[in-house]
């Protein structure tokens, strides 16, 4: 299945040119008013001509050099182009990696009701450096009709918007670490669809992204998700159903953070550690 890569809007249909139908032209200082093939050009009336150095009301303005244009620029600050996220350099001396400071992307996994929104975001807020948290269910809730409901199943219509929006965290998260911004994604990746899950994150933000899996019990994720509210609370058949799924991470080489005891500031200490062993020893996967 192949899902179209983003780029600029074309003209509507029917239209000749980007902006015939508003009298705009998309190169500036080069306007061209609007005619009528059927009606022939009336003859401009004269004009008189101001004194030498005058203008109609005194002197001439002085006009400004015209600007130079970049595509490059957002205002007058300039960014620098997202790329794919490199694997981490490991450190040159024997101290563990700072991973309080160190600008990192990391993929907060688990299954629905394990606590990986609360604690990326609460790991975003406490850095000592920016940090971004991106949260892939956050971006599929910006399609508003037309929606692809998790609670209706998942098929073609579904996992369409699925990639759509991981696409777009991994542009956002690229884009985020080329400027000096960490950041932290949350998806209930599964480890038997290694395609659709982990391989495609790492096609979209990069090598460098480090994964890590929360995964409390099931009793403890069963307890959240009966908290929850609207279509992000699936019923306990299905939270089981994820959670069984889940447990295929066990023996894949990732890093996995039992959570079931500890609270929402504990964990975010924990996922500090485990950040700060990827960095010096990346995950291979």
Same mark, same amino acid.
């Given at each position: 299945?192949?899902?179209?890569?983003?780029?600029?809007?074309?003209?509507? %249909?029917? @239209?000749?040119? +980007? !902006? &015939?139908?508003?009298?705009?032209?998309?190169? /500036?200082?080069?306007? $061209?008013? #609007?005619?009528?093939?059927?009606?022939?050009?009336?003859?401009?009336?004269?004009?008189?001509?101001?004194?030498?150095?005058?203008?109609?009301?005194?002197?001439?303005?002085?006009?400004?050099?015209?600007?130079?244009?970049?595509?490059?620029?957002?205002? %007058?600050? @300039?960014?620098? +182009? !997202? &790329?794919?996220?490199?694997?981490?350099?490991? /450190?040159?001396?024997? $101290?563990? #990696?700072?991973?309080?400071?160190?600008?990192?992307?990391?993929?907060?996994?688990?299954?629905?009701?394990?606590?990986?929104?609360?604690?990326?975001?609460?790991?975003?807020?406490?850095?000592?450096?920016?940090?971004?948290?991106?949260?892939?269910?956050?971006?599929?809730?910006?399609?508003?009709?037309?929606?692809?409901?998790?609670?209706?199943?998942?098929?073609?219509?579904?996992?369409?918007?699925?990639?759509?929006?991981?696409?777009?965290?991994?542009?956002?998260?690229?884009?985020?670490?080329?400027?000096?911004?960490?950041?932290?994604?949350?998806?209930?990746?599964?480890?038997?669809?290694?395609?659709?899950?982990?391989?495609?994150?790492?096609?979209?933000?990069?090598?460098?992204?480090?994964?890590?899996?929360?995964?409390?019990?099931?009793?403890?994720?069963?307890?959240?998700?009966?908290?929850?509210?609207?279509?992000?609370?699936?019923?306990?058949?299905?939270?089981?159903?994820?959670?069984?799924?889940?447990?295929?991470?066990?023996?894949?080489?990732?890093?996995?953070?039992?959570?079931?005891?500890?609270?929402?500031?504990?964990?975010?200490?924990?996922?500090?550690?485990?950040?700060?062993?990827?960095?010096?020893?990346?995950?291979?996967?």
């Amino acid at each position: 299945m192949h899902y179209a890569v983003g780029a600029p809007l074309p003209p509507p %249909h029917g @239209q000749a040119s +980007p !902006g &015939a139908a508003m009298n705009w032209t998309p190169n /500036p200082g080069q306007h $061209t008013p #609007p005619t009528s093939p059927s009606a022939p050009a009336a003859p401009a009336p004269p004009v008189q001509q101001p004194a030498p150095g005058q203008g109609r009301h005194g002197p001439a303005p002085q006009q400004a050099p015209p600007m130079p244009q970049s595509t490059d620029i957002t205002g %007058h600050v @300039q960014l620098p +182009p !997202g &790329a794919p996220v490199p694997l981490p350099s490991p /450190p040159t001396d024997t $101290t563990a #990696p700072d991973a309080a400071h160190a600008a990192v992307a990391v993929l907060l996994i688990g299954p629905a009701g394990a606590g990986k929104t609360s604690v990326a975001r609460h790991w975003a807020d406490t850095r000592r450096v920016p940090t971004a948290h991106i949260s892939l269910d956050d971006v599929r809730e910006w399609v508003r009709s037309g929606f692809a409901d998790p609670q209706a199943g998942w098929n073609d219509h579904s996992e369409a918007q699925y990639r759509l929006a991981r696409r777009t965290c991994g542009f956002a998260a690229r884009n985020f670490l080329a400027n000096g911004i960490s950041c932290i994604l949350d998806d209930a990746v599964f480890p038997d669809r290694p395609v659709i899950g982990l391989g495609g994150w790492k096609r979209h933000v990069g090598p460098g992204l480090l994964p890590i899996v929360l995964l409390p019990g099931l009793e403890i994720v069963l307890e959240r998700n009966a908290r929850r509210s609207g279509n992000r609370r699936l019923s306990d058949e299905e939270v089981a159903r994820i959670h069984g799924r889940m447990a295929g991470w066990y023996g894949s080489g990732l890093p996995i953070i039992d959570n079931s005891q500890h609270d929402v500031a504990t964990t975010v200490r924990v996922l500090d550690d485990v950040v700060a062993r990827s960095i010096a020893s990346p995950p291979s996967w």
